[in-house]
């Protein structure tokens, strides 16, 4: 496929826009690309579907669609029922708290399924499209823990042992919305296929945490949001 | 319940020796027993009725069994179609390849989900019978990878963050086979209730390196294992 077609690289697709700009990033470094995308909450069914949408855009070679069992543990406002909220965003994100939002490690375990199926693909890379400017408040999104799943990560596999440790890419961590959405924008990223609204209504809710950042963060970065939301 | 009613555990429970005896040795420390049980492979469905017999038994406060959809990965002969071997057991495994048995990040996911029930619990401890003496062959069974998913787990979750990141226990990670079923025998773990065969068939088949390790370890311990084998 790509021009360094033994190149293989597992990318965390979400289905949102940050999944997808790390995904096209791989992308336009030539790699093959083997998506990977959890199944483990009943309102972002509809990421779901983008995340199909945008696999096929970019021609992966596979795309795997996996259950977490993540509701019967619980513990978070996108896997039990906790409200999700509303209003004022900007300021609660910015105050450092952990938001409501947050799915107790979640970045952990989707990086273990990346690992497993890096694993047995033979994949050199897994993408993932964290980053902690805009949201400052998990935990797993700060580059500190991802250089540490690292370390981690270069004793837990065969590949590992045999010497050639799959590598942890985080190509977004230090960017905000804004740059994220211009990135995309230069690498052809169809937002129009992307899902971000936490609700998973007909139309983005335009009031959820997640549909203000990616309102602001087209704002900011001069570009219209191709979605059409509810409002 | 126990002494030290406030303490929880997370105890990862497979139904088998090791994961037994770690969560004996959990209980005897007086913690509460939060077991944690994942379904991934078909064959291994005799496991899940020993784990939760072994709940029962030790009294636990909460039991959950988790689906993981690792057969959709595949990479091992315990979630995909490769044989399962008989025969020279020993010889093959002290020869120090990777078994087929493996199956890639296996406990990188276990603890990464363990990781999350421990911290919408609040649990002080995750429980793991992971050791490496009669079986070194499996990267994450090693010692210094416990030590390093215990360096990302503390970065990794809102407990991690606000000062009291869970601690990994992994207390037969240097115990042959014998010793655990000596401590196992000291602690009055139930081994009638455990499962080992890697083939889940009405009787133990014998012949698996599972049973093969579980018979020879009986044997060097110098107990009588009360399973019933099919020979």
């Known amino acids: 496929m790509g021009g360094a077609g033994e190149i293989k690289a597992v990318c965390l697709l979400s289905g949102g826009i940050d999944s997808s700009v790390a995904t096209g990033i791989a992308k336009a470094a030539g790699y093959e690309i083997y998506a990977l995308t959890f199944r483990y909450n009943q309102r972002h069914i509809r990421e779901l579907e983008s995340a199909t949408k945008l696999a096929r855009f970019f021609g992966v070679e596979e795309h795997k669609i996996l259950n977490l069992d993540l509701g019967k543990i619980g513990g978070s406002a996108l896997t039990s029922p906790i409200e999700v909220p509303e209003g004022k965003t900007v300021e ?126 087209f704002e900011e970065a001069g570009y219209e949001d191709p979605l059409v939301y509810d409002k």
């Open 92 to 217: 609660r994100i910015k105050s450092g708290g952990i938001p409501v939002t947050y799915v107790p490690a979640r970045n952990t375990i989707f990086l273990s399924y990346g690992l497993a199926y890096a694993e047995v693909i033979n994949a050199n890379f897994i993408f993932i499209g964290a980053n902690y400017v805009d949201c400052p408040g998990y935990p797993d999104c700060r580059p500190e823990y991802f250089g540490k799943f690292q370390e981690m990560a270069n004793l837990a596999t065969k590949r590992a042992v045999e010497g050639s440790p799959v590598k942890i890419k985080y190509p977004l961590i230090a960017m905000s919305k804004a740059e994220i959405i211009k990135k995309g924008h230069e690498l052809g990223v169809p937002f129009e296929l992307t899902w971000s609204c936490y609700k998973g209504g007909e139309k983005a809710c335009g009031k959820c945490d997640s549909c203000i950042l990616r309102l602001k963060g």
